[in-house]
């Protein structure tokens, strides 16, 4: 099959881990004779340094004219004292309004062999397996207006939503949990929040129509709590923007590192973006170190949910589980024995067990 990809490296280890995963997919193409093209773009601080904007016209024109897109980050120091519309951020949350990405699915497994990499106790994260399903395109982090007053004396964020933009995600998920262990925590802050009490009573409107689905609502201060107390007691957590940004880098815990948690990000019809759950990580950018795990796990979620590459996908996973087992772990994973190694390395034993 044919299929073009884009590429969006942005910024930090973005450029390192991008390598790692068009390494994964060009063995990939070869060994089931594919053929994946690659163009690349600007997005981030890297786009604010060479076109003045986080997110130029040619990088959306690409994106819309691709099969799938991957991400690396955006972000960094460099650019942290920016205006808020020259943030590297903003082309980031710029692309997935202007492809309408509202469904971001961030699976969380924990390998048996980097249990110790955990600071939780084994038995208790021993076989995490969840899926959280994070509403991307509305909340926070889009509502308007979100400024400082003339006298810089006080703030506003706005958090809006319609039904329809919390149906369809919450639809998702219920149809997500299909798919696995038909159990399903919606999270939210109902006892506080007009947003939440619509997303409760969406939630209870759809649970008829998903007779199979067992479903819970959780306060979003409890469920941080049971994500590292109890994370087996999830499936998958549907919940909106904010509270899945923050809830999915919790869950990383389970997993040993931030740097292993990949995540899709998708449109009612259209074009899929594929990005690790983690940001630039400056304090490690350029030394060759980063974990690419994360990265490379997104391919193969690209493959799965985009290309139908079943078969590919569960390819790369294998490999990537193959060479944990084979005990190499990059620096961010504290486990107690094993061989230590690079981003390069870590792709090169991967690419081994394809
Ligand atoms: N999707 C994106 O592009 C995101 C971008 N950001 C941006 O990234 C920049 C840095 O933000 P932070 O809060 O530091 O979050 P971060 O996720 O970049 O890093 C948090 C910690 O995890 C480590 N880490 C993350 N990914 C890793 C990997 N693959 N391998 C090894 N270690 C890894 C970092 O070294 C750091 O210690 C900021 O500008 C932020 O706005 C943050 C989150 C998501
Ligand atoms: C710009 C941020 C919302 C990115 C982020 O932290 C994320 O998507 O996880
Ligand atoms: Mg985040």
């Known amino acids: ?31 089931f004779k594919h053929e994946f093209t690659f163009k690349q773009h600007l997005i981030g601080g ?15 024109a690409a994106a819309k004219k691709v099969d799938a897109v991957l991400l690396g980050a955006v972000g960094g120091p460099k650019w942290d004292q920016n205006p808020s ?37 084994p038995d208790i994260i021993n076989g995490s397996d969840l899926l959280i399903v994070r509403e991307l395109t509305g909340g926070l982090y889009f509502g308007e207006p979100s400024q400082r007053s003339k006298d810089g004396q006080s703030v506003v964020d706005t958090l809006t939503y319609t039904r329809y933009e919390m ?6 998920a219920f149809e997500s949990a299909q798919l696995r262990k038909q159990k399903l925590t919606s999270v939210d802050k109902a006892n506080v929040l007009e947003s939440s009490k619509l997303w409760r009573e969406i939630v ?15 306060l979003v201060d409890a469920a941080a709590m049971k994500l590292i107390t109890e994370p087996n007691s999830f499936d998958v957590i549907v919940t909106e923007n ?42 490690i950018a350029g030394q060759g170190i980063a974990n690419p795990i994360a990265m ?42 094993g061989s230590l190694v690079t981003t390069k390395e870590m792709t090169n034993n991967i690419l081994r067990n394809i």
């Open 167 to 172: 149906e369809r995600i919450i639809k998702k």
């Open 46 to 60: 890297a786009a604010i340094d060479a076109a003045s904007t986080p997110l130029p016209t040619e990088t959306i």
């Open 85 to 121: 519309h020259l943030r590297p951020e903003r082309g980031l949350l710029a692309i997935r309004k202007a492809l309408d990405l509202y469904a971001n699915l961030r699976p969380v497994k924990g390998f048996e062999h980097l249990l110790d990499a955990s600071p939780l106790k």
């Open 242 to 283: 904010m509270f899945g940004d923050i809830l999915s880098d919790e869950a990383s815990v389970l997993t040993g590192s931030l740097g292993m948690l990949p995540s899709a990000s998708l449109a009612e019809n259209g074009i899929g973006l594929y990005e690790p759950a983690h940001g630039s990580a400056p304090d």
């Open 296 to 337: 490379i796990l997104s391919a193969a979620m690209m493959l799965r949910y985009s290309f139908k590459m079943d078969t590919e996908a569960s390819n790369i996973e294998q490999a990537v589980e193959a060479t944990i087992n084979n005990g190499y772990y990059t620096a961010d994973l504290k486990v107690k024995t």
């Open 204 to 218: 209870d409107q759809q649970k008829p129509f998903y007779p199979d689905v067992e479903v819970n609502h959780m």
């Open 1 to 31: 099959m044919k299929k073009d990809i884009l590429l969006l490296p942005g910024d930090g280890i973005g450029p390192e881990i991008i390598d790692s995963a068009v390494a994964i997919l060009e063995a990939i193409a070869k060994k």
